[in-house]
């Protein structure tokens, strides 16, 4: 009997997890021919979700939770429920009912049917804001740009992967996960399903410029060396550009020595010059930032409880668990 596994990273969805749970338990209560699992991960949201989560561990036999010591993002969340899966093939889901569970099946059966490793849901139409939309573009071109996603895929938060695509990428032990990254550095034969995309259940998304911003971040500087590139293109291009610019005013000069040195135009290039430089130095410096944490072994995540499990688990990769006597 094949087995799903449901990975659900939880944040402030104290009063929607349950619904997503009892969808989920409802869809499959319909496919007696696949057993499943349910792993919650509580991101140290500021509301009661955990106590939600460890209700439904003790009534659910086939429910898992874990919750983080402080909030460390949903990407790292998901690595947290990736590590303690068990499933032949593993569906992420969001907690607040957008993704809806029952276009699960659609995923799968478009996984099996084109002998993909991973089948991201294409929503037809998206309830998002404008906001959300636009950085879901950004996520989509910079996932193409940077890090060589096919052009035709389009990447979202709902998904199905094969076993051995979440066992590769629970190898990466670095500080920064990014799943998208982590996916397209495993395989490069991803497809799409389009699916319905519902409202929100309730509230809006955690996700603000700053999250947003960062979350890039450790895309492009974990995965990816191409801004360094662009730094070191730009830097060339205003090289040459000055090196015509002083030949053009030499020349200048002495076709017109009547004519007073540009005084704007000076201040324009220095400061163009300097900028350039400055965030050039800022880049590197955010790699080797990044580069120094790995180094002092910043955990992705570290686990402060866990609910619905016969006994506590070893300590996995790239986490620590918080002990108490």
């Known amino acids: 009997m094949e087995k799903l596994s449901f990975v659900i990273p939880c944040y402030r969805s104290e009063h929607t997890i349950e619904k997503v749970v009892s969808d989920i338990t409802a869809l499959m209560g319909n496919r007696p021919e696949y057993d499943h699992e349910i792993i919650m991960v509580n991101d140290h949201s500021p509301d009661r979700v955990w106590d939600v989560i460890r209700r439904i561990c003790e009534t659910d036999r086939r429910a898992k939770g874990i919750s983080l010591a402080r909030n460390f993002g949903q990407h790292s969340a998901l690595m947290a429920g990736y590590r303690i899966c068990s499933g032949d093939y593993i569906v992420t889901i969001d907690d607040d009912g957008q993704t809806p569970v029952d276009q699960t099946f659609i995923l799968l059966d478009a996984l099996k049917d084109g002998d993909y490793d991973v089948v991201y849901g294409k929503y ?29 895929v389009h990447m979202t938060s709902y998904f199905v992967a094969k076993q051995f695509v979440i066992r590769e990428m629970c190898g990466y032990q670095q500080a920064f996960p990014y799943i998208w990254g982590l996916v397209l550095r495993t395989t490069r034969n991803i497809g799409n399903a389009v699916i319905r995309h519902s409202e929100r259940i309730e509230g809006t998304s955690g996700y603000t410029l700053g999250k947003l911003l960062s979350l890039w971040m450790n895309g492009f500087t974990a995965f990816s060396v ?51 430089v400055l965030l050039s130095l800022g880049l590197i ?38 002990r108490t006597e």
Do not use: W
């Open 124 to 152: 037809a139409d998206r309830k998002d804001n404008d906001f959300r939309k636009l950085g879901t573009r950004m996520n989509n071109f910079m996932l193409e740009y940077l890090l060589g996603k096919p052009k035709d």
């Open 226 to 276: 191409k801004p360094l590139r662009l730094t070191a293109g730009a830097g060339v291009l205003f090289s040459g550009l000055g090196m015509i610019g002083l030949l053009y005013t030499v020349v200048y000069y002495f076709m017109h020595p009547t004519v007073q040195p540009g005084y704007t135009a000076l201040m324009s290039v220095l400061l163009i010059i300097g900028g350039l």
């Open 285 to 322: 410096g955010e790699y080797v930032g990044r580069i120094y944490m790995c180094i002092n072994n910043t955990p992705q995540y570290v686990v402060r409880d866990r609910a619905g499990f016969e006994s506590v688990e070893t300590e996995e990769i790239g986490s620590r668990e918080e």
